[in-house]
C-alpha cells in the first residue's frame, strides 16, 4: 500500500512539474530560467525564440504543439526556448512582458530582441526565426565587406542629402523630420567602409528617417559648431523644432542593419499618438481608414445618454490606446450614436449597444467588431490579439466606405432636450368640453 502511494505520489508531482513547464524535458523547447538565460541566449552566438508563458494561460496551452513542432523544424539552424514568466517574474519583468503568450527573437542585437508579429502556428514562427538568422548571416557578411546576395535592397546615394554649411540649417534645423547626419572627411577609410552602409540605410529609411552626409573638410564651419574631432562622426536630430542644441551622439552599430534598427528606434519614440477624430465629413473617415493600415473605429453614446463627463472618460480611454499602439499608425475616429448610420450599418456596430468598437482593414475590406468590455482592458486585449493574427474578422457590408453625413463636430459641452414650444390653454373652457354622458 505504502508503495502505491510513493508510486502515486511521483505521478503526480511529475504530472504538476509538466502542467507547470508545459514542455517535457525530452522536447527542443529548452527550458530557458534567470540562471541560465544569459548563458545561453544573450552570451550565445545563435539565434534565439524565445516564448514567455504562463501554465494556467489558455492561449499557451493551445500553443504547445505548434511551438513543439517548429522547435523540431529549427533544430540546428535556430534554438528554441520557454519561459515560465509566472515562476520567473523577475526574467519577464527585464522583457516587459505584460501577457501570455508573448513570443521574443533574440537575433543580431540581443539586448533588443524583437516582439513577434506573425501567425501562432509552426509554420509563421520558423519563418520569422528563418528571416532574423538570414539577417545575422546578412549584416556578417557586410561587416566583412561581402556581398549579402541579389535580394537584399541595395541602397542609392542619392537618397543621402548633400549637406553643407550653407544649407545645414535650412534642411536638417528647419525640418520637422528625424536627421542622421554623418560627418566625413573623403580621405578616412573608416568613412569610405561606412559610404555603402551609410547609402543603403538612407534608401530603407526613405520617408521615415532622412539621412544626411557633410565633408567636415569642406565644411568646417558645421564640423567646428558640432564638436567634430573625428571621422566619421554621426550626429542625431530628434523631430520636431531643433537648434544646434538638439544634436545628440549616434551609439549605434555601422552596418545598414544596426543604422536602420536604431534609426527605427529612435523613429518609433518620436512618433505622436494619434488623434481621436470626430467623424464629421466623408473626408474625416477616409484619411482614417484609407490612409492607414487599419482604423479604430468607435460609436460613442448619444450625449443625453452620456454627459460631457462621462464621453471624455471614454475618449481618454481611448487616446491612452492610441499611445500604446501609435507605432502601429493606425487611424482613430468616432461618432455620437445614430449620428452615422451608414457606419454602424456598414460595421454592423447597432446591434451591440453603445458604446461600440469596430477595427476595419479599408484595403481588404475587412473588420472585427469589439464583442468584449469597451474598457482600456477589454479593448487592449482585443487590439493585441488583432495585432498577432489573432481574432475572427468578417468582410465589410458593402464596396466602399459608406456615405457619411455631414455635422457639426461636438462642441463639449453637455447635451440639452431641445425646447419645446409653448401652448396657451387659456382659451379653452374645461366644463364645456365635458361631454354630458361625463356628468
Given at each position: 500500500m505504502r508503495g502505491l502511494s510513493r508510486l502515486g505520489l511521483a505521478f503526480f508531482v511529475g504530472f504538476v512539474t509538466g502542467a507547470a513547464a508545459l514542455f517535457p524535458t525530452s522536447s527542443n523547447v529548452v527550458d530557458l530560467t534567470p540562471s541560465n538565460f544569459d548563458r545561453l541566449v544573450i552570451d550565445g552566438d545563435?539565434?534565439?525564440?524565445?516564448?514567455?508563458?504562463?501554465?494556467?494561460?489558455?492561449?499557451?496551452?493551445?500553443?504547445?504543439?505548434?511551438?513543439?513542432?517548429?522547435?523540431?523544424?529549427?533544430?540546428?539552424?535556430?534554438?528554441?526556448?520557454?519561459?515560465?514568466?509566472?515562476?520567473?517574474?523577475?526574467?519577464?519583468?527585464?522583457?516587459?512582458?505584460?501577457?501570455?503568450?508573448?513570443?521574443?527573437?533574440?537575433?543580431?542585437?540581443?539586448?533588443?530582441?524583437?516582439?513577434?508579429?506573425?501567425?501562432?502556428?509552426?509554420?509563421?514562427?520558423?519563418?520569422?526565426?528563418?528571416?532574423?538568422?538570414?539577417?545575422?548571416?546578412?549584416?556578417?557578411?557586410?561587416?566583412?565587406?561581402?556581398?549579402?546576395?541579389?535580394?537584399?535592397?541595395?541602397?542609392?546615394?542619392?537618397?543621402?542629402?548633400?549637406?553643407?554649411?550653407?544649407?545645414?540649417?535650412?534642411?536638417?534645423?528647419?525640418?520637422?523630420?528625424?536627421?542622421?547626419?554623418?560627418?566625413?572627411?573623403?580621405?578616412?577609410?573608416?568613412?569610405?567602409?561606412?559610404?555603402?552602409?551609410?547609402?543603403?540605410?538612407?534608401?530603407e529609411l526613405k520617408g521615415k528617417v532622412k539621412l544626411g552626409a557633410l565633408d567636415a573638410t569642406a565644411h568646417q564651419s558645421k564640423a567646428s559648431e558640432y564638436g567634430v574631432q573625428g571621422y566619421p562622426t554621426i550626429k542625431f536630430f530628434p523631430s520636431g523644432p531643433k537648434d544646434r542644441l538638439s544634436a545628440q551622439e549616434y551609439n549605434g552599430g555601422r552596418t545598414s542593419s544596426d543604422i536602420v534598427s536604431w534609426a527605427l528606434d529612435k523613429h518609433a519614440e518620436n512618433v505622436p499618438a494619434p488623434e481621436m477624430k470626430e467623424i464629421i465629413n466623408e473626408a474625416t473617415l477616409k484619411e482614417a481608414c484609407e490612409q492607414h493600415p487599419l482604423c479604430v473605429v468607435s460609436i460613442l453614446p448619444h450625449i443625453l445618454d452620456c454627459q460631457s463627463e462621462c464621453r471624455n472618460k471614454y475618449l481618454e480611454t481611448l487616446t491612452k490606446l492610441g499611445d500604446k499602439y501609435k507605432q502601429k499608425m493606425w487611424g482613430w475616429v468616432w461618432a455620437e450614436a445614430t449620428a452615422q448610420p451608414e457606419v454602424e450599418e456598414m460595421l454592423e456596430m447597432g446591434g451591440f449597444g453603445y458604446p461600440a468598437l469596430a477595427v476595419m482593414n479599408a484595403k481588404k475590406m475587412k473588420y472585427s467588431i469589439l464583442r468584449g468590455s469597451f474598457s482600456y482592458e477589454g479593448i487592449n486585449e482585443f487590439l493585441r490579439d488583432l495585432s498577432f493574427g489573432r481574432g475572427s474578422t468578417a468582410p465589410v457590408k458593402g464596396a466602399s466606405l459608406p456615405k457619411v453625413r455631414i455635422i457639426e463636430p461636438w462642441d463639449g459641452k453637455d447635451g440639452e432636450l431641445p425646447l419645446e414650444d409653448d401652448i396657451d390653454l387659456s382659451d379653452v373652457d374645461l366644463d364645456d368640453d365635458l361631454s354630458k354622458d361625463e356628468l
Open positions: 545563435e539565434v534565439w525564440v524565445v516564448e514567455f508563458f504562463a501554465p494556467w494561460c489558455g492561449h499557451c496551452q493551445k500553443l504547445v504543439p505548434d511551438y513543439t513542432k517548429a522547435a523540431d523544424a529549427l533544430k540546428g539552424v535556430v534554438k528554441v526556448g520557454a519561459v515560465n514568466a509566472d515562476e520567473h517574474k523577475s526574467l519577464a519583468g527585464k522583457y516587459g512582458i505584460r501577457g501570455f503568450p508573448t513570443i521574443k527573437i533574440f537575433g543580431a542585437d540581443k539586448r533588443k530582441p524583437e516582439d513577434f508579429q506573425g501567425a501562432r502556428n509552426a509554420n509563421g514562427i520558423v519563418e520569422a526565426a528563418l528571416k532574423a538568422a538570414r539577417s545575422k548571416v546578412e549584416a556578417r557578411m557586410e561587416k566583412s565587406g561581402g556581398s549579402s546576395g541579389g535580394g537584399s535592397k541595395s541602397g542609392d546615394s542619392k537618397d543621402v542629402i548633400e549637406l553643407t554649411d550653407s544649407n545645414f540649417d535650412k534642411l536638417v534645423l528647419g525640418s520637422d523630420d528625424i536627421w542622421l547626419v554623418e560627418f566625413y572627411a573623403p580621405w578616412c577609410g573608416h568613412c569610405k567602409n561606412l559610404a555603402p552602409h551609410w547609402a543603403k540605410a538612407a534608401t
